[in-house]
């Protein structure tokens, strides 16, 4: 089963099909052309919490369809954020670049 991606990307998180952290700058791709690659964007205020708050991921997941926690995985360049995602039963990993983000995907066989 393919896990559900999640991405914090500047103060949002985004449920996404593929994710670099600056888009534009690593594919050329412009903020018109990001639902080619992101089936949601979601803010604190939409999920009544803020990161590192497990009740934000509860709430997030909540609002995506109540996905597996442990097929669900996010991603964060704070590690404050990864330890609140892992305390909601997020698979977390702390987001460096997308090389490491690409090694794991193979290693997931995603």
Request: no cysteine; aromatic share 14%.
């Given at each position: 089963m393919k896990p559900t991606l999640l991405f914090d990307a500047d103060g949002v998180v985004i449920n996404a099909k593929i994710f670099s952290k600056h888009l534009e700058d690593d594919f050329g791709i412009t903020q018109e052309q990001t639902s080619e690659f992101?089936?949601?964007?979601f803010s604190s205020a939409d999920l009544g919490s803020k990161?590192?708050?497990a009740k934000f991921y509860e709430n997030?997941?909540?609002l995506i369809g109540n996905p597996n926690p442990s097929n669900t995985w996010?991603?964060?360049?704070?590690?404050?954020?990864?330890t609140g995602a892992r305390a909601a039963g997020l698979n977390a990993e702390h987001y460096t670049d997308f090389q490491?983000?690409?090694?794991?995907v193979e290693k997931e066989g995603w």
């Amino acid at each position: 089963m393919k896990p559900t991606l999640l991405f914090d990307a500047d103060g949002v998180v985004i449920n996404a099909k593929i994710f670099s952290k600056h888009l534009e700058d690593d594919f050329g791709i412009t903020q018109e052309q990001t639902s080619e690659f992101f089936t949601g964007v979601f803010s604190s205020a939409d999920l009544g919490s803020k990161k590192p708050a497990a009740k934000f991921y509860e709430n997030l997941l909540k609002l995506i369809g109540n996905p597996n926690p442990s097929n669900t995985w996010f991603f964060d360049d704070t590690p404050k954020n990864i330890t609140g995602a892992r305390a909601a039963g997020l698979n977390a990993e702390h987001y460096t670049d997308f090389q490491t983000y690409e090694k794991l995907v193979e290693k997931e066989g995603w």
